[in-house]
């Protein structure tokens, strides 16, 4: 069954970078799929921090308003492969980054399916 898996996490100081991958597995319609990147930071909801549209609708992207002009997402269809560069981190982007589908994540067997996300802390 599908697979997110996602990686590139880490401790940074503010202001510092990042690049955070995310590879699927097993699922043959990511190319025509929008993809997101979501955050959730401790005690609060997970929330979605960029979107791309498929490359047949020309990769559009959108960002929240938190994040726009320090992260940029993209995609690698050959590779099934989602992108989110963050950079000019702040102290509150501190979070578990995940992807996923957009603006609905993948379901199994009616339950959201939600890889294991990966830990971006920012802090001096």
């Known amino acids: 069954q599908v697979q997110l898996v996602e990686s590139g996490g880490g401790v940074v100081q503010p202001g510092g970078s990042l690049n955070l991958s995310c590879t699927a597995s097993?699922?043959?319609?990511?190319?025509?799929?929008?993809m997101a990147w979501y955050r959730q930071a401790p005690g609060q909801q997970r929330e979605m921090v960029a979107t791309?549209?498929?490359?047949?609708?020309?990769?559009?992207?959108n960002y929240a308003f938190s994040v726009k002009g320090r992260f940029t997402i993209s995609r690698d269809n050959a590779k099934n492969t989602l992108y989110l560069l963050l950079s000019s981190l702040k102290p509150e982007d501190t979070a578990v980054y995940y992807c996923?589908?957009?603006?609905?994540?993948?379901?199994?067997?009616?339950?959201?399916?939600w890889g294991q996300g990966t830990q971006v802390t920012v802090s001096s």
């Open positions: 996923n589908r957009a603006p609905r994540p993948i379901s199994i067997n009616g339950n959201d399916y």
């Open positions: 791309i549209t498929p490359p047949g609708l020309g990769s559009i992207t």
């Open positions: 097993d699922f043959p319609s990511f190319g025509i799929s929008h």
